[in-house]
C-alpha cells in the first residue's frame, strides 16, 4: 500500500503517529493509498522550520519573490495533464474539471506573480510642516491553510499563493480524501525556487487542525469546508489569537424569470448543478422560476437534458461528471433524497438506482430532479452537495429574492433574465456574496476577491484578490518628520556610510 507522507523543509517527513485515512479510487472503490496523519510534534516541528524559513523569505526581495510564482507557474503548466490524471483520480471529478480546478489556483499564482506592484503601499508627501506619511504591509510569519476535498488544487493554491508571495511561510492542511495533489504543489514549489520550509504540507484530521488553531507560531489560519467545521475554526483560532478566515457550506439559488433565454438557462443550469457531480460551493443546486409558465417549461426541458447527462468513471472524456468523492457522501446524498420524498417534495427524476457497468464498487450516484420544493423542507435548507436539482417555485420576482436573501447560507446566487432593470435591482438588493447576471456560476476572476455571507463565511476578509492580500500582511504606517537645520550635526554619521 502506497503511503502519503508530509513535506516538511523541502523533503519527506514520514510520520510516526500509526494514524492513517484511507485514500480511495472513487471510481474503482478501492483504497489505493493510505495517508498519514500527524502528531502535534510533527506540526511543531513544521512550523519551527517554516518560522525559521520566514525570516530570510521575508527579506527576500519581492520582484525574487514573484520570479518564484512566476517559475511556479510554469511548472504547473508543464505538469498540468499529470497532476489532473491523480486529482481525478482521488477525487472522481472528470479530467477537464480536474484541469479547470489547477487552472483557477493557477490563475491566484498569476496574481501573485504581480505582488511587487500590489505590495508598494501609500504616501502622502506633506501631510504637516515637513511631514510624510506612508504605509506598508508587510508579512505575518507563519500562516496556515485547512482545505476541503472537493478544489484539493485550486483551494490550496487561492491560500498559499498569496500568503508566501507576501513573505510568509505556510503550512497547508489538505483534505485527507484527496493529498497527493497538494503535495506535488508544495515539491513544485521548492523546484521553482522557494526555499525549503516556506511551503510545508502536514496531513491530518481534527486532530492536525486543533494542533495548528493552538500553535502560538501560527499568526493566521485559512480555512474552507462545511460550516460547523468553519464555524468552530473561526471561534477556536480567534480564541487563540489568531486571525482566522472561515469559509463554510453553500445552497447557492438561481432566480429564472419569465423572459429568461430557456435553451441558455437549461445548458447553464445541467453543468452548473449536476458538474462535478454537484461537489462545488459554487454549484446551482437550486432554480427558483417566476410563474407558472416559467416553471412548467424549465421543468419538462430539465427532464430532457438530464436525460442526455453521462455519468462515467473519471477519465471518460464524454462523462459529464464522476463519481462522488466516498461511499459515505453518497449514501448521505441518497439519504437527502429520501428524507425529500417524505416531505412531501415530488421527485421528477430518482438518480439513487443509477450503476456503472463494470464499476459496480465505484461510489456513482445518477441526476436527481425535485419539483415542488418549499421553503420549511430540510432539505431544502440544508447543503446536500450533490447532483440534486431542487426547483422551488415562486409567483413574484420579490418572492424569488427573498428566498436567496433569507437562506442560512449565502454563497452565491444567480439571476436569469433579458431585463437589465430587474437584474441590478437584484443584484443590489440581494443578501449573498457572489452575485451572477446570466452567469451560473459566479467565481470571481482570480484579481477580484471570493467569499460568501451568513454562514457561508466567518470572518471578515475574503480569498484572494486585495482581499487575500490583506488578510496575509499586516499594515504599518510610519509619521516621518525632518525639520530643517537639525541634520547638521557632525557626529552623526549614517552607518553604511563608516
Ligand atoms: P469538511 O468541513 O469536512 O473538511 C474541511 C477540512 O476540515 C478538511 O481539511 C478536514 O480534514 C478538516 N476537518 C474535518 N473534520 C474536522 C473537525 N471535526 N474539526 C476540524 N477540522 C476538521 O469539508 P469537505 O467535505 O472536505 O468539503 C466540502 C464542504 O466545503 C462543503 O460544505 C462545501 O460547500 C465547502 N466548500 C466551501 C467553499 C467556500 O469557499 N465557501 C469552497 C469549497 C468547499
Given at each position: 500500500m502506497r503511503d502519503i507522507a508530509h513535506f516538511v523543509n523541502g523533503q519527506t517527513l514520514t510520520g510516526a503517529s500509526g494514524r492513517f485515512g484511507d485514500v480511495f479510487n472513487p471510481n474503482t472503490g478501492e483504497v489505493q493509498a493510505r495517508v498519514q496523519f500527524a502528531t502535534d510534534a510533527e506540526l511543531d516541528a513544521a512550523v519551527q522550520v517554516a518560522a525559521k524559513a520566514q525570516i530570510g523569505w521575508a527579506a527576500t526581495n519581492p520582484q525574487r519573490r514573484a520570479r518564484v510564482m512566476f517559475e511556479f507557474k510554469r511548472l504547473i503548466e508543464r505538469d498540468m495533464n499529470s497532476l489532473a490524471e491523480i486529482l481525478s483520480s482521488e477525487h472522481g471529478k472528470v479530467i477537464a474539471d480536474s484541469k479547470g480546478d489547477i487552472q483557477r489556483g493557477l490563475e491566484v499564482i498569476e496574481f501573485a506573480c504581480g505582488i511587487p506592484h500590489i505590495l508598494k503601499g501609500e504616501y502622502t508627501e506633506?501631510?504637516?510642516?515637513?511631514i510624510d506619511v506612508y504605509s506598508m504591509r508587510q508579512p505575518l510569519g507563519v500562516c496556515a491553510g485547512i482545505t476541503p476535498f472537493n478544489f484539493p488544487a485550486m483551494i490550496p493554491m487561492w491560500m498559499f499563493g498569496i500568503s508566501i508571495a507576501v513573505g510568509n511561510s505556510f503550512i497547508l492542511k489538505p483534505?485527507?480524501?484527496?493529498p497527493t495533489v497538494p503535495v506535488k504543489l508544495a515539491e513544485l514549489m521548492m523546484e521553482a525556487?522557494?526555499?525549503?520550509?516556506?511551503l510545508n504540507v502536514i496531513h491530518g484530521d481534527k486532530s492536525a487542525v486543533d494542533a495548528i488553531l493552538s500553535h502560538?507560531?501560527?499568526?493566521a489560519v485559512s480555512f474552507v469546508g462545511s460550516s460547523d467545521i468553519a464555524s468552530y475554526v473561526y471561534q477556536t483560532g480567534t480564541a487563540h489569537g489568531k486571525r482566522v478566515q472561515a469559509m463554510g457550506g453553500a445552497k447557492n439559488h438561481g432566480i429564472v424569470l419569465p423572459d429568461a433565454d430557456m435553451d441558455q438557462v437549461v445548458k447553464d443550469l445541467s453543468g452548473a448543478a449536476f458538474g462535478s457531480a454537484g461537489e462545488r460551493?459554487?454549484?446551482?443546486p437550486v432554480v427558483v422560476p417566476v410563474g407558472k409558465k416559467t416553471a412548467d417549461e424549465l421543468r419538462e426541458r430539465m427532464v430532457a437534458e438530464i436525460g442526455t447527462l453521462k455519468v462515467g468513471?473519471?477519465?471518460?472524456?464524454?462523462?459529464h461528471y464522476g463519481p462522488v468523492v466516498s461511499a459515505a457522501h453518497r449514501d448521505k446524498i441518497a439519504d437527502y433524497i429520501r428524507i425529500g420524498q417524505e416531505e412531501g417534495?415530488?421527485?421528477?427524476?430518482?438518480?439513487?438506482?443509477f450503476q456503472l457497468q463494470g464499476f459496480e464498487k465505484g461510489f456513482f450516484i445518477g441526476p436527481s430532479l425535485f419539483d415542488?420544493?418549499?421553503?420549511?423542507m430540510k432539505t431544502y435548507q440544508?447543503?446536500?452537495?450533490?447532483p440534486v436539482l431542487q426547483i422551488v417555485r415562486a409567483d413574484s420576482f420579490e418572492e424569488a429574492v427573498a428566498l436567496p436573501s433569507e437562506h442560512?447560507?449565502?454563497?452565491g446566487v444567480a439571476i436569469f433574465t433579458r431585463n437589465g432593470r430587474a437584474a441590478r435591482e437584484f443584484a443590489a438588493s440581494v443578501n449573498v456574496g457572489m452575485v451572477g447576471i446570466n452567469v451560473p456560476?459566479?467565481?470571481?476572476?482570480?484579481y477580484h476577491t471570493f467569499g460568501g455571507w451568513k454562514r457561508s463565511a466567518f470572518g471578515d476578509t475574503n480569498q484572494h484578490g486585495v482581499e487575500g492580500v490583506k488578510f496575509y500582511t499586516k499594515v504599518k504606517t510610519v509619521t516621518a518628520r525632518w525639520p530643517e537645520g537639525e541634520a547638521g550635526d557632525s557626529s552623526f554619521v549614517i552607518p553604511t556610510m563608516k
Open positions: 506633506g501631510a504637516g510642516p515637513g483534505s485527507e480524501k484527496d525556487g522557494a526555499p525549503p520550509g516556506v502560538p507560531l501560527i499568526r460551493c459554487m454549484a446551482l468513471v473519471s477519465t471518460d472524456l464524454d462523462a417534495a415530488e421527485l421528477v427524476v430518482d438518480g439513487r438506482d415542488g420544493v418549499k421553503k420549511g440544508e447543503e446536500i452537495f450533490g442560512q447560507y449565502g454563497n456560476i459566479p467565481v470571481p476572476v482570480a
